[in-house]
């Protein structure tokens, strides 16, 4: 099945810098990669994804960025805020494997004001 | 606005108890799923259903079974708790339209001890 990986576990940055979160994955057949957003007890929640025919997706000051042929994919934050420190999972869904979502283990972001 | 309401949010049982923990999802979505989130593991499947009566395992089965009696219910059912299976609970669903059953809406998640 698809193995989903992220790293840094846990990024520390200043507030306004920019923080960069990458994932790669396993399975070439996966076609949609969201990135979901958990702060501190609270539920995940969706905040930007792309899918295979697009190679770069912006929303305000978040966009993902996607390399298939090297299979990764990445969450850009600019000008970061204190509400951004949050956990950031990837994942990556698969039409020709188990046809479901892969999760990464997910990064710690905080942003030191 | 998506409405998935996870019964309880926080639940402390003892070693063998049978556990039932409830979702509800308001948004007529077909399809629904159960993770566990551990720290350091992220978001492990434990089951999903894309229909009334239909159940499929996930990653984590073991240990655990559900019940989708309804299209808005889905229930995860421990039946017999152990301390291994303390962890938080989050149940999530995504209607079944192309383009839009990878979406997950998530409840806000049972915090599960067992004793």
């Known amino acids: 099945g698809e193995n989903v990986e992220q790293h840094p576990s846990t990024l520390s940055v200043q507030e306004g810098d920019s923080a960069v979160i990458k994932c790669t994955y396993s399975d070439s057949a996966s076609n949609y990669f969201p990135w979901y957003k958990q702060e501190l007890g609270k539920r995940p929640q969706l905040i930007i994804d792309?899918?295979?025919?697009?190679g770069e997706k912006k929303d305000q000051r978040i966009a993902v960025t996607l390399n298939k042929t090297a299979k990764h994919f990445s969450l850009h934050i600019t000008e970061t805020q204190p509400e951004d420190s949050a956990v950031y999972f990837c994942a990556a869904f698969s039409r020709g494997g188990n046809n479901r979502l892969a999760f990464g283990k997910g990064n710690q972001v905080v942003v030191i004001p | 606005d998506v409405k998935v309401t996870q019964s309880s949010r926080y639940l402390v049982k003892r070693t063998g108890e049978k556990v039932f923990l409830e979702c509800v999802q308001d948004?007529?979505?077909?399809?629904m799923f159960w993770y566990r989130q551990d720290p350091g593991l992220g978001l492990r499947l434990i089951y999903f259903s894309y229909d009334v009566k239909m159940k499929e395992k996930g990653d984590i089965p073991e240990g655990y079974s559900v019940s989708r009696e309804k299209k808005e219910r889905f229930s995860l059912i421990l039946e017999s708790a152990s301390t291994n299976q303390t962890s938080m609970y989050l149940c999530?669903?995504?209607?079944?339209?192309?383009?839009?059953?990878?979406?997950?809406?998530f409840g806000s998640g049972t915090q599960l001890s067992v004793l």
């Open positions: 792309i899918r295979s025919n697009v």
């Open positions: 999530a669903s995504s209607p079944a339209a192309t383009g839009e059953h990878e979406k997950l809406f």
């Open positions: 948004m007529d979505h077909e399809n």
